[in-house]
């Protein structure tokens, strides 16, 4: 009998299992199902780029929300002499007026935060609106709200900043509504882009055909499909948010008696901090609203990375190992 009869060979190169010591052979498993990912969450927690930026996004948020414990009293009162360096007693030092620089950066961090992520809801939320509407509710409709976000995003920003923050009470809530007004064209041109490409799908055409209203069809069969984009939308916003509210700040449009990183660039502006050498009196809020821009923007890419198919890192594939190449050459030299 030929090696190419033996019912042993054959039963090995048909089911690939080699048989047992009694001669019988078992079937192999049958491969396994890839489990498909647990959404965007995972797919974040998952990529490098966006687990970093939520480790030092997450590490903000909690100094903000235990300031009071890690620089508890008030924070613009005098602790010390005046332009002091980093030291035991003062880690990042005094600003010119004696305060801690440490304490305001702390406590600086509620108000940045507070805003940028306000800012980044409401101007994201308006812009799906804009969006959701220009692309759903007919031509007209759509003429005119690419007219008015046309006309929002060819007005200059800084100057349109200045203007309202100028003729508006000062105040938190004004430096929300002035960051909205001139922050939401650019996501509502974005978010209408992706909406317009989904009104064309067979499952919306299907939803109109069963008769189901506008607004579901907007928010329960269109929204859902533009989850990445939304997101990616929203971090543009709040990074626009932290960066713009430090702007207008420095400038001394916004209401400089609140702690926050813009404003203690203002008054180290004032108080000739960079004319003195007092590095460490504007070197700390600059780095802190620069961190937490690169955190956001560390999240923005893991998301594009992980809902865009084309930024996907193709998988190594694994090869067999060496004595297994080998017994599978022989065996097929064998039947031949």
């Given at each position: 009998?030929?090696?190419?009869?033996?019912?042993?060979?054959?039963?090995?190169?048909?089911?690939?299992?080699?048989?047992?010591?009694?001669?019988?052979?078992?079937?192999?498993?049958?491969?396994?199902?890839?489990?498909?990912?647990?959404?965007?969450?995972?797919?974040?927690?998952?990529?490098?780029?966006?687990?970093?930026?939520?480790?030092?996004?997450?590490?903000?948020?909690?100094?903000?929300?235990?300031?009071?414990?890690?620089?508890?009293?008030?924070?613009?009162?005098?602790?010390?002499?005046?332009?002091?360096?980093?030291?035991?007693?003062?880690?990042?030092?005094?600003?010119?007026?004696?305060?801690?620089?440490?304490?305001?950066?702390?406590?600086?961090?509620?108000?940045?935060?507070?805003?940028?992520?306000?800012?980044?809801?409401?101007?994201?939320?308006?812009?799906?609106?804009?969006?959701?509407?220009?692309?759903?509710?007919?031509?007209?409709?759509?003429?005119?709200l690419s007219l008015v976000t046309n006309v929002f995003l060819l007005l200059p920003g800084l100057p349109l900043l200045v203007i309202l923050a100028a003729f508006?009470?000062?105040?938190?809530?004004?430096?929300?509504?002035?960051?909205?007004?001139?922050?939401?064209?650019?996501?509502?041109?974005?978010?209408?882009?992706?909406?317009?490409?989904?009104?064309?799908?067979?499952?919306?055409?299907?939803?109109?055909?069963?008769?189901?209203?506008?607004?579901?069809?907007?928010?329960?069969?269109?929204?859902?499909?533009?989850?990445?984009?939304?997101?990616?939308?929203?971090?543009?916003?709040?990074?626009?948010?932290?960066?713009?509210?430090?702007?207008?700040?420095?400038?001394?449009?916004?209401?400089?008696?609140?702690?926050?990183?813009?404003?203690?660039?203002?008054?180290?502006?004032?108080?000739?901090?960079?004319?003195?050498?007092?590095?460490?009196?504007?070197?700390?809020?600059?780095?802190?609203?620069?961190?937490?821009?690169?955190?956001?923007?560390?999240?923005?890419?893991?998301?594009?990375?992980?809902?865009?198919?084309?930024?996907?890192?193709?998988?190594?594939?694994?090869?067999?190992?060496?004595?297994?190449?080998?017994?599978?050459?022989?065996?097929?030299?064998?039947?031949?």
């Amino acid at each position: 009998m030929s090696l190419a009869q033996d019912p042993r060979v054959m039963a090995e190169l048909e089911l690939g299992t080699p048989p047992g010591p009694d001669g019988k052979v078992t079937a192999a498993p049958p491969p396994r199902r890839r489990q498909r990912g647990g959404g965007l969450l995972r797919g974040l927690l998952s990529n490098a780029k966006a687990t970093s930026g939520l480790v030092i996004l997450v590490l903000f948020v909690l100094m903000a929300v235990f300031a009071p414990i890690l620089a508890p009293g008030d924070p613009t009162l005098i602790q010390g002499i005046g332009s002091q360096p980093p030291s035991a007693d003062h880690w990042l030092g005094t600003t010119a007026k004696g305060q801690d620089v440490l304490a305001l950066n702390v406590w600086g961090s509620r108000s940045s935060l507070f805003v940028g992520f306000t800012v980044g809801i409401l101007a994201t939320f308006v812009g799906l609106l804009v969006g959701l509407a220009s692309a759903y509710l007919g031509r007209t409709i759509d003429n005119v709200l690419s007219l008015v976000t046309n006309v929002f995003l060819l007005l200059p920003g800084l100057p349109l900043l200045v203007i309202l923050a100028a003729f508006l009470p000062q105040g938190l809530g004004t430096v929300v509504l002035v960051l909205v007004i001139t922050g939401w064209a650019g996501a509502a041109r974005v978010l209408r882009s992706q909406a317009m490409s989904i009104r064309g799908k067979d499952f919306v055409a299907a939803s109109q055909v069963t008769g189901e209203g506008g607004l579901r069809i907007m928010f329960r069969e269109m929204l859902p499909n533009m989850a990445s984009i939304v997101m990616s939308t929203f971090l543009a916003c709040v990074i626009f948010g932290i960066g713009a509210q430090a702007g207008l700040e420095f400038l001394g449009l916004g209401d400089i008696s609140t702690v926050s990183w813009g404003t203690n660039l203002y008054w180290a502006s004032n108080d000739g901090a960079l004319l003195t050498g007092a590095w460490w009196v504007f070197v700390p809020p600059g780095v802190c609203i620069a961190l937490v821009a690169f955190a956001l923007a560390l999240v923005n890419y893991g998301v594009d990375e992980t809902t865009n198919p084309r930024l996907r890192r193709p998988r190594r594939r694994t090869t067999p190992d060496a004595p297994t190449r080998v017994a599978a050459r022989t065996r097929k030299e064998a039947v031949q």
